[in-house]
């Protein structure tokens, strides 16, 4: 049915409409457009950092300076409360300087930019982000002097400054800092004493510091109760202090100076050598034997460094021996048979956890490429945020869930690697990545997603869903079905991945109230408006999967307002539908190479499960049954009907409505910013 004068409406009119749509809906909308009264200085700032960092015009071109909001930015994480917490601009090219505006952003608790061209010094404003766990400015070049202001981030685990230009000596500030776990200052211009409060930490706390050139420092950092080591430790010590009961590898912290003239305060030539006034320092008896492996390894013979501590322990030394074998998983946490791997082993795999190995972004971190040793490619899965509220449940959430569900179309979890700052899961590479990329993120030379592929991955994700949500006891839940989370292997086969919002259910609860998380354009209304969700709440996400397989496009685009004022993918096709325009629906990349019938058939069972009211959704074996060819007709002609009496509703709302339209002009503007 085509409504004359549909299409043609202003953008508040259309707000309004969406807002809307459907009683269920209604106060959810609302929440999401409360968020964009945050205060502009938040927009204001990053687009200050973008301006300073020289960005071109096609780089965060998503960052419209007109918007209130900057949640929905590309490379911008923000909490629940609609606060900026994570700005992420690794290996892009930027060349300019770094804003000191930035340090107006109070709730930032990580800033990477590593990677970069960035010159200039690092402003002393920074010293004012009150939240900063993480500050990555690696590989850039930077110069001027460590502002002694960071010392103002208590919350500062990890400070990354290596492979730039900085001079001056490391301020005194820094090494007071309580909760810094990671220091890294090497292959800078350094120069001056390491402030000695840098190796004093709590008690039971054990550090090994690896330092270049060996000879220089063995002189100059060596002594008693601090012991330095050139490179790492080898596995067979690594496995032996992890099963001795000292728990060492809980409580490790790793410093890097290496590549500047530094020096550690006193020297001592000698590396037992001490005038440490102490009289129990003397009665101390460590066994240790400092080899040389071509020039660089040092080896600590295990007996000596356990004898040490345990000798430490009972005669209580004024100063811990620090014990940093950087990269060894935590002892607290295992699983089942699931493959555990040590940090090392992926950092290998991943060249470092290199950007240019970085898969995607989601809601839980990020996840990267990998190569094993035995050459198996892997796709692991690095979690950023497991100690913020929800983030180590999500870890745990996300291996229990993936244990239990065992399915072809389900991504199989292989291993996993915790340590105590990390959380980390091991999945098979997707050799054809995701179906969002494959729809809108090809690069020339890329194949296309042809038809039949398409109805391949429309089928085997509906059977992955309904394998969840009928065949696991308890059910599970998605709660971000979408086609960035469902993954093609190397025969093009619908895998659906990213259980990190997924939420076990009791079999007694129809429907769990829960913190609103996902996707806008892909959440249910009554998920967004109650916060309550069921296994209907993922059949909405996968008819709006359905419709981006159809169409390629995304659940919410902007860009169409230039045409017409249907934003939502969902509204777009249902006005298209209606007027029977089903070459304009279809993806253009398909090149009318697909079958009307069959098309219209996927676009059916979409808005079946896309229906305002759960109740009136089908279930996922429903919709497989249908998607086979099965009970389609009958559940078409009803929605029909009943889509034909709220179109006449409407119609005579929006009769009312042109009536007052003068009024409404009148307010101010609303932008909504689109999904991701």
Same mark, same amino acid.
């Given at each position: ?14 707000? !309004? ?115 900063? =766990? ?21 919350? $500062? ?43 004093? =930490? ?11 050139? !060996? ?21 067979? =010590? ?16 790793? !410093? ?5 003239? *530094? ?91 290199? %950007? ?10 990020? =996840? ?44 199989? $979890? ?143 685009? !902007?860009?169409?307002?230039?045409? %017409?004022?249907?934003?939502?993918? *969902?509204?777009?096709?249902?006005? $298209? ?12 990349? $398909? ?5 009307? %019938? ?79």
């Amino acid at each position: 049915m085509h409504t004359k004068g549909y299409g043609i409406w202003s953008r508040k009119l259309w707000v !309004f409409r969406v807002i809307t749509w459907n009683n269920a809906i209604k106060d959810g909308i609302g929440l999401w457009a409360s968020a964009f009264n945050l205060p502009g200085f938040l927009r204001d700032a990053l687009y200050a950092l973008r301006a300073s960092l020289n960005a071109s015009s096609t780089q965060l071109s998503d960052w419209n300076p007109n918007q209130v909001n900057p949640c929905t930015w590309s490379n911008i994480i923000c909490d629940n409360s609609y606060n900026v917490i994570s700005v992420t601009l690794s290996a892009m090219g930027f060349s300019g300087f770094l804003s000191p505006r930035i340090g107006g952003l109070k709730t930032l608790s990580s800033l990477t930019l590593q990677g970069n061209r960035i010159t200039g010094e690092i402003p002393k404003e920074f010293g004012n982000l009150s939240s900063l =766990v993480s500050l990555d400015l690696e590989n850039n070049q930077l110069t001027g002097q460590i502002p002694s202001s960071l010392g103002n981030l208590k919350k $500062l685990q990890f400070l990354m400054l290596n492979q730039n230009k900085l001079q001056g000596s490391i301020p005194e500030s820094i090494a007071n800092l309580p909760n810094l776990i990671d220091l890294r200052v090497a292959s800078n211009n350094l120069s001056g004493q390491i402030p000695d409060n840098l190796f004093q =930490v709590a008690k039971n706390k054990y550090v090994i510091i690896f330092f270049q050139p !060996f000879t220089y420092l063995f002189q100059q950092c060596v002594r008693i109760y601090e012991i330095i080591f050139v490179a790492q430790l080898p596995s067979n =010590v690594h496995k032996g202090v992890a099963s001795s009961g000292t728990n060492l590898l809980n409580r490790i912290h790793y !410093f890097s100076f290496s590549g500047n003239d *530094l020096n550690c305060g006193v020297s001592f030539l000698h590396p037992c050598a001490s005038n440490n006034n102490n009289p129990v320092a003397h009665q101390s008896k460590l066994g240790i034997l400092i080899g040389s492996v071509g020039g660089i390894i040092v080896i600590l013979l295990l007996g000596g460094l356990l004898f040490f501590i345990w000798k430490g322990k009972q005669k209580g030394y004024k100063r811990e021996v620090f014990v940093d074998v950087a990269g060894e998983d935590d002892c607290r946490i295992a699983f089942g048979q699931l493959k555990r791997f040590s940090w090392r082993e992926l950092q290998l795999a991943t060249d470092d956890f290199s %950007e240019k190995n970085v898969l995607g972004q989601g809601g839980f971190g990020k =996840v990267y490429k990998g190569v094993l040793g035995d050459n198996t490619k892997i796709a692991v899965k690095r979690l950023t945020d497991y100690e913020s509220p929800g983030g180590e449940q999500a870890f745990l959430r996300e291996v229990e869930m993936i244990s239990v569900a065992v399915h072809k179309n389900l991504l199989r $979890l292989i291993g996993f690697c915790t340590t105590p700052s990390e959380r980390l899961l091991v999945y098979p590479f997707m050799q054809n990545l995701s179906v969002a990329y494959r729809l809108r993120e090809i690069k020339p030379g890329d194949e296309v997603l042809d038809w039949p592929s398409r109805k391949r991955v429309a089928l085997g994700t509906a059977r992955g869903l309904e394998y969840l949500h009928e065949h696991c006891n308890p059910k599970i839940i998605h709660r971000d079905v979408k086609a960035a989370n469902v993954l093609l292997d190397e025969d093009f086969e619908a895998v659906v991945g990213d259980f990190g919002l997924a939420k076990l259910v009791d079999v007694r609860k129809t429907n769990v109230t829960t913190q609103v998380r996902g996707t806008m354009g892909h959440i249910a209304p009554e998920y967004l408006s109650t916060g309550k969700s069921s296994e209907r709440t993922d059949v909405f996400g996968y008819g709006i999967m359905l419709l981006e397989l159809v169409t390629g496009q995304r659940a919410i685009d !902007f860009s169409r307002l230039e045409e %017409e004022d249907d934003v939502l993918l *969902l509204d777009h096709v249902k006005k $298209l539908q209606r007027e029977k325009r089903l070459s304009a629906i279809v993806d253009r990349n $398909l090149c009318r190479n697909y079958v009307s %019938e069959e098309v219209e058939m996927m676009i059916q069972v979409a808005l079946l499960c896309t229906q305002g009211s759960p109740e009136e959704r089908p279930t996922m074996s429903e919709v497989v049954r249908m998607l086979e060819g099965e009970g389609l007709a009958e559940r078409w002609e009803e929605w029909q009907q009943v889509e034909v009496n709220r179109q006449e509703e409407y119609d005579r709302f929006q009769r009312r409505f042109d009536l007052g339209e003068d009024s409404i002009y009148n307010q101010d503007a609303i932008e909504l910013s689109g999904g991701r």
